[in-house]
């Protein structure tokens, strides 16, 4: 499977985006026109330089306005045409693409354009180039790939050929199926692009939000099945314009579209196994069977503080680390690690963010196939010196330099063994285990991290949600992996100051701000908490009387809910109950819900009053207002 992406979805200078996009593991480049008359470099040390970093040019594009000009608008773009065939050949690319015109004056027939597209063909078949069209969404006459390919097919030459792009497509609902029925040798390139279902004029749609296959709602790997099906052996390219990626780090963005591609790859693999794709095998999206710990970098006062809060919540220390100073507390199957290791990577996080989570933990079926799946998608392996008693547990870099352990049944061992701890806790307050994480990011980077998830475990997204901050809009997006036992949410800010947004700044990454744990009954829980010193977020009083108004929820029930501080939530499959703790360090905290019944949300509605209670306290403290 060659690989490749046009420059213009990475961001950068052309030389940055060679760089990351070579590093990322691309074969080869689409060369946006724009991309390239931006660089000082002439046509001739351009096309040496991509070759230098091991890159083909794919393709040269776009040239516009070119089919169904009347007269002397007509002799002009094919001069224009000529000019751009001199430049290819100094760059050394060898398939130009011609996207559908919008020209005005512009003319319709399907015959005139292939007599255009004959002509274009024998004059590129004279310098050894080709040709291939594309049907743009919003063409003035061909916005259609049947009525570009009927074009192509009549134009007769083999210069020419066809163009087709998943956007283009799938954004206007044309059936991908229809493209089975060309024969693959006349499909010249193949650009691949989601983007998300939102009502919107296709042009403007295109241009700002488009994104990488499997970041949006469009069908692209039944279009790229499609592709396949009709025998296209060609590259699969990338074509992403994107408002977020634009000021996005480049060799993200190019790693993220490499992970998409490779994914979206293996999937059209498993769901047509027929197809021929040349692809090195991996295995398959690995189930997470729970979040084995939280590991938290810590040191002094904090630790602490710290473990006197974990206290007041129902856990009780399990036991030290054999060969670092780490204790394990435990709840139930929740087990949170406080790590005061001062050279070990724990110590580099806790100099860099402070008290903040550095690792996570997740229970795999095979650590060894969720490894190779990470690594497979372009996933950093991670590793540090193991201590004498220690076992060797695989890991990888997450995003925002995260670190995600995977445990499998494998090391079940590793509690007793690192920690002379047995494999469960007592349960405490009655909390079962980990529900699930929030980890906080900017809003730009939200998509990388979804894909990040969605690519190595079989997650589902949620409909994303709008958080209101007092100071800003907060926008959440859920993910669950199949079975429920494994829930993240994603909380992007677009200020510094939102209370995820000021979390953040003061943190220098994207980790982890809550941690909510499952109760077997929260007011059992709440009892025994208020028992051990816990003290909860206070929910002003209006909250209990709209919670009153907005459900029918027994009197009885809303009284222990007011004196516990427990928010509550509704959906059609069951009920949701939440408390949380106060923030600390820097705004951090923790939370404990009950789901009832098979509810499945993460509490959004009741997102604003939490926040603004958070926002009060930590204020009241004479924390400034961000
Ligand atoms: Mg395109
Ligand atoms: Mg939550």
Redesign the pocket.
């Known amino acids: 499977m060659r690989t490749a992406i046009a420059t213009v979805s990475v961001p950068g200078t052309l030389r940055e985006k060679l760089e990351a996009i070579a590093q990322a593991g691309f074969d080869g480049i689409e060369i946006f026109e724009q991309d390239f008359i931006a660089d000082e470099g002439s046509p001739r040390e351009v096309g040496a330089l991509i070759r230098d970093h091991g890159l083909a040019i794919s393709l040269f594009q776009p040239f516009r306005d070119f089919e169904g000009l009347p007269g002397p608008l007509r002799a002009r773009a094919f001069d224009r045409a000529e000019r751009k065939f001199d430049l290819m050949g100094e760059l050394g690319a060898e398939l130009m693409l011609v996207c559908s015109s919008v020209h005005p004056q512009a003319l319709g027939g399907i015959d005139r354009a292939a007599e255009d597209f004959h002509e274009l063909g024998e004059r590129a078949a004279r310098r050894g180039l080709r040709v291939g069209f594309e049907a743009l969404a919003w063409g003035r006459h061909v916005n259609d790939h049947r009525d570009a390919w009927e074009i192509v097919r009549r134009a007769d030459h083999p210069a020419v050929g066809l163009i087709l792009d998943s956007f283009h497509t799938l954004a206007r609902r044309i059936d991908p199926d229809t493209i089975r029925r060309i024969p693959g040798d006349r499909i010249f390139f193949v650009q691949l692009a989601d983007a998300p279902r939102i009502e919107m004029d296709l042009l403007y749609l295109s241009r700002h939000f488009r994104n990488m296959p499997g970041e949006g709602d469009l069908p692209v790997a039944g279009f790229l099945r499609a592709v396949l099906a009709a025998g296209y052996a060609g590259p699969l390219s990338l074509e992403v314009f994107n408002d977020q990626f634009r000021g996005g780090s480049p060799r993200g963005i190019a790693r993220d579209g490499y992970r998409a591609l490779v994914a979206l790859a293996d999937d059209v693999r498993r769901a047509e196994p027929s197809l021929s794709l040349d692809l090195a095998p991996m295995p398959a999206r690995q189930p997470v069977a729970g979040t084995a710990f939280v590991e938290f970098a810590t040191r002094g006062a904090e630790a602490e503080a710290l473990g006197a809060l974990l206290g007041t919540l129902g856990f009780a220390p399990a036991g030290r680390h054999v060969a670092k100073r780490a204790t394990l507390w435990q709840q139930g199957r929740a087990r949170i690690v406080l790590n005061e290791e001062e050279r070990d990577f724990a110590g580099s996080v806790f100099n860099l963010r402070g008290t903040s989570v550095c690792d996570i933990g997740l229970e795999v079926a095979s650590a060894a196939d969720t490894m190779a799946r990470a690594t497979a998608l372009g996933a950093e392996t991670f590793a540090q010196p193991l201590g004498p008693g220690q076992q060797e547990i695989p890991a990888i870099r997450g995003l925002g330099g995260s670190v995600l352990h995977f445990l499998d049944p494998g090391h079940a061992g590793v509690w007793s063994q690192e920690f002379g701890a047995t494999p469960e806790g007592p349960e405490g307050a009655g909390i079962l285990g980990i529900d699930?994480l929030?980890q906080t990011m900017t809003y730009d980077e939200m998509l990388s991290w979804s894909l990040f998830y969605t690519t190595l475990f079989p997650m589902a997204k949620a409909p994303m949600v709008d958080v209101i901050d007092p100071d800003g809009l907060v926008r959440s997006q859920a993910l669950t992996a199949e079975g429920g036992a494994f829930r993240i949410?994603l909380n992007g800010a677009e200020t510094h100051r939102t209370l995820a947004g000021a979390f953040l700044a003061e943190s220098f990454g994207a980790p982890v701000q809550?941690v909510?744990l499952a109760a077997r009954d929260i007011f059992a829980t709440a009892e025994a908490l208020a028992a051990l010193g816990f003290e909860p977020l206070p929910i002003p009083a209006n909250y209990y009387d709209d919670v009153a108004s907005r459900f029918d929820i027994a009197p009885q029930m809303l009284e222990r809910m007011r004196a516990a501080q427990i928010l509550y939530d509704r959906e059609e499959e069951g009920e949701f109950l939440?408390l949380y703790s106060r923030p600390f360090a820097g705004g951090m905290f923790f939370?404990i819900?009950e789901r009832r019944g098979g509810y499945r949300g993460?509490?959004a509605p009741n997102a604003p009053f939490r926040i603004a209670a958070q926002k009060r306290l930590m204020r009241g403290k004479g924390i400034p207002r961000v």
Request: charged share 10%; no cysteine; aromatic share 10%.
């Open positions: 699930h929030a949410t809550h909510a939440q939370e819900v993460f509490g």
